[in-house]
């Protein structure tokens, strides 16, 4: 059994809960944050033994720093619903616990995929993150949007794969897309930003070159030149997005 508390956040995950939390093998202790599921996500992780805790939705970073804090085992695996951990990785998280901990947090290697298929490069491909941390010794910031578990200390690396599936269509890429623009708005008004002329007509233009050829995403052939273009629209989404809110904004203020 290892010594460490897997932290889950979830909302109507019935699909694939269970296969995020059989890959980790046996833990002392399963914790899942439920903020309002409608389907059987609740039920499943308990009948898995997982402790299910309901409650609201703070946002992405708040709700994974209410699971660290909720934890009661000294480490702290965080993972979403929509990824397994790879049997090279379960088997590297079982030799680090054997051994001696030579840090206080680590990151793990997450590799999304796309219809089925790995993705080898572009915006998509793989990326460290930091996953497993000594209660105490790591956040998450980030605010409503692209949360990071960050910690003052140095950061190990542990072998294998995260393997990742964000979007089991097309459809679902598009709803995301749409749905995270607006959190990016929301984000942007708070901070401040503002989007232009060039924000909307050039970035996703750039994001294309960036993703298909500096970042290598020809290697996935077909597929990376269909990822470049579905992100580039993505791009293209939430600088509309924000340029749509900082006009009514600007009307709001201009009525008052």
């Known amino acids: ?44 992780a308990r009948g898995l033994g997982a402790r299910v805790e309901q409650v609201d939705w703070p946002g992405y970073g708040a709700q994974k720093n209410r699971a660290l804090e909720m934890a009661q085992q000294d480490w702290v695996l965080s993972i979403d619903a929509d990824e397994v951990l790879s049997e090279e990785l379960c088997c590297a998280l079982n030799a680090l616990f054997e051994g001696e901990m030579e840090y206080d947090a680590y ?22 993150k930091t996953r497993l941390v ?4 790591g956040r998450w910031v980030g605010g409503i949007l692209h949360e990071t578990l960050s910690t003052e200390s140095a950061v190990g690396r542990i072998s294998g794969f995260l393997e990742h599936t ?11 897309a749409i749905n995270y623009a ?5 984000k942007s008004l708070m901070e401040g930003r503002r989007a232009h002329w060039f924000d909307v007509a050039v970035r996703p233009i750039l994001h294309i070159v960036k993703a298909y050829l500096l970042k290598a995403g020809f290697r996935d052939g077909k597929t990376g030149w269909k990822l470049a273009l579905l992100e580039s629209r993505a791009v293209a989404l939430k ?11 600007d009307n709001l203020e201009r009525m008052e």
């Open 134 to 137: 000594r209660k105490g010794y």
């Open 239 to 249: 600088w509309s997005s924000l340029r749509s809110a900082q006009a009514k904004q």
């Open 182 to 186: 607006g959190l990016f708005a929301e």
């Open 166 to 176: 964000p979007y089991r269509s097309e459809e679902e890429f598009q709803a995301t």
């Open 1 to 44: 059994m290892l010594p460490l508390t897997l932290a889950i956040i979830t909302r109507d995950e019935a699909s694939r809960i269970s296969q995020a939390i059989a890959s980790v093998g046996v833990v002392a202790e399963i914790l899942v944050l439920d903020s309002g599921s409608t389907d059987e996500t609740v039920a499943i």
């Open 107 to 128: 990151a793990v290697l997450r590799r999304n995929h796309w219809q089925g298929n790995p993705v080898r490069g572009g915006a998509y491909g793989p990326s460290w």
